[in-house]
């Protein structure tokens, strides 16, 4: 990690802040920078990263994850405007089991139309009511 900036030095998405390697921007503030994803899921496929390195949203300090979501609706305001897609998806992972593959926070803008392919709908069927329920009372004794 750097000291001076909160960035660091071997992350991707740092270099990408910094202007060390090249990067499709759509905007910028003190707070976060937003560009497109070279590997889009979808046309308009776009993310949003806050100016501080933090692997995740478990790590994240308030401050920046209350950053990444206004830019993240900054952005998704956007690509509606310039696109006009069916729908758009706002994605965020956590670890490589949901297939984390940069571990510097960000979110994704994944425009949607209604005959895409992108799989990403589960449906709707109704759950076991009190399995729910007791994942909701378990759950809640671990906020903080
Ligand atoms: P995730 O799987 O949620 O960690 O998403 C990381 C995303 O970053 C993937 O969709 C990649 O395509 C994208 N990505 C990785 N490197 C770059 C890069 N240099 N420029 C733009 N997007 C990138
Ligand atoms: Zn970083």
Redesign the pocket.
Known sequence: MSAHDGLDNDC??CK?IRCE?P??KIFEDDSVFS???????APG?S?VIPKFHTPNIFEAPDIWAAATVNGIQRLARAVKETLNPDGINI???NGPGA?????HL?M?VVPRWADDDVKMNWGISPGDMDAIGKLAKQISKNVN
Do not use: G, K, T
């Not at 297939?99 to 571990?103: G, M, T």
């Open positions: 991707i998405f990408i390697i990067s499709f560009f497109m994803d070279i590997n889009p899921v496929h993310l994605l965020q992972a297939a984390q593959s940069v571990f960000h994704h």
